[in-house]
């Protein structure tokens, strides 16, 4: 075999999960297929949903498990806030709390969750505190009922932020709630198996909206995601 045919590189279609629409996200060139696993690929929520230019401000990660063919399927490696739009949402004479600690899924996976909350003017520690334990408290009972994919869309369309606030704006005055980033902790070699073939389901509320303007629209092009070493 020459060195031309070892360099030849083969172009992997990387798909997104079920639960955000199994659509393709990004296309990676690779020398060997199977050494794709690990890599990390970053899409914003507006790749994902095309609905709302707003949700550019949250970036998602997917880990690619395995590889197919010329067809890489990934696992919601978490998300996050840009900075950017962090920064924006700090003002003077406001409070900001954060929340961060780990919590168990349904299907055995480990996620560290950060929670984030503005408020509309000062507060006190107590007030802070009490602000985390009703995170805490949400986070705690709902987590470990939901599968990874159901938090994934949970945490990322804002019903978990939505929660915390119904019941946070008791002790104060609020601004914004967020879940502002997610790490998904379980190492690659103990999670489950991926289970194929991929088919396009579990999308609901927006993200559904989102799939069936793109189905109406015709054909999308593939988005380049941005691929980042494990």
């Given at each position: 075999?020459?060195?031309?045919?070892?360099?030849?590189?083969v172009w992997l279609t990387v798909y997104a999960p079920p639960y955000?629409?199994?659509?393709?996200?990004?296309?990676?060139?690779?020398?060997?297929?199977?050494?794709?696993?690990?890599?990390?690929?970053?899409?914003?929520?507006?790749?994902?949903?095309?609905?709302?230019?707003?949700?550019?401000?949250?970036?998602?990660?997917?880990?690619?498990?395995?590889?197919?063919?010329?067809?890489?399927?990934?696992?919601?490696?978490?998300?996050?806030?840009?900075?950017e739009y962090l920064n924006s949402l700090v003002r003077r004479g406001?409070?900001?709390?954060?929340?961060?600690?780990?919590?168990?899924?349904?299907?055995?996976?480990?996620?560290?969750?950060?929670?984030?909350?503005?408020?509309?003017?000062?507060?006190?520690?107590?007030?802070?505190?009490?602000?985390?334990?009703?995170?805490?408290?949400?986070?705690?009972?709902?987590?470990?009922?939901?599968?990874?994919?159901?938090?994934?869309?949970?945490?990322?369309?804002?019903?978990?932020?939505?929660?915390?606030?119904?019941?946070?704006?008791?002790?104060?005055?609020?601004?914004?709630?967020?879940?502002?980033?997610?790490?998904?902790?379980t190492k690659l070699e103990e999670r489950p198996p991926l289970e194929?073939?991929?088919?396009?389901?579990?999308?609901?509320?927006?993200?559904?909206?989102?799939?069936?303007?793109?189905?109406?629209?015709?054909?999308?092009?593939?988005?380049?995601?941005?691929?980042?070493?494990?």
């Amino acid at each position: 075999m020459s060195a031309r045919q070892k360099r030849e590189k083969v172009w992997l279609t990387v798909y997104a999960p079920p639960y955000f629409g199994g659509s393709p996200i990004a296309t990676i060139p690779t020398s060997r297929p199977e050494s794709a696993v690990g890599r990390v690929v970053e899409v914003t929520l507006y790749d994902l949903l095309k609905l709302d230019p707003s949700q550019y401000v949250i970036k998602l990660y997917f880990q690619i498990e395995r590889v197919e063919g010329a067809e890489a399927y990934t696992r919601y490696k978490g998300h996050e806030y840009t900075v950017e739009y962090l920064n924006s949402l700090v003002r003077r004479g406001t409070s900001m709390v954060n929340w961060i600690h780990d919590y168990r899924t349904k299907d055995g996976l480990d996620l560290r969750v950060y929670v984030v909350v503005f408020t509309q003017y000062r507060i006190n520690t107590s007030r802070k505190h009490a602000i985390r334990m009703v995170a805490h408290n949400i986070l705690q009972a709902r987590v470990p009922e939901m599968t990874l994919g159901q938090y994934a869309q949970e945490a990322v369309l804002g019903r978990l932020a939505s929660e915390i606030h119904n019941e946070a704006k008791k002790v104060a005055v609020l601004r914004h709630v967020g879940i502002r980033k997610t790490k998904l902790l379980t190492k690659l070699e103990e999670r489950p198996p991926l289970e194929l073939p991929y088919q396009v389901g579990g999308i609901s509320g927006a993200q559904g909206a989102g799939q069936q303007r793109r189905s109406s629209a015709g054909p999308e092009p593939v988005i380049r995601g941005e691929v980042i070493a494990p």
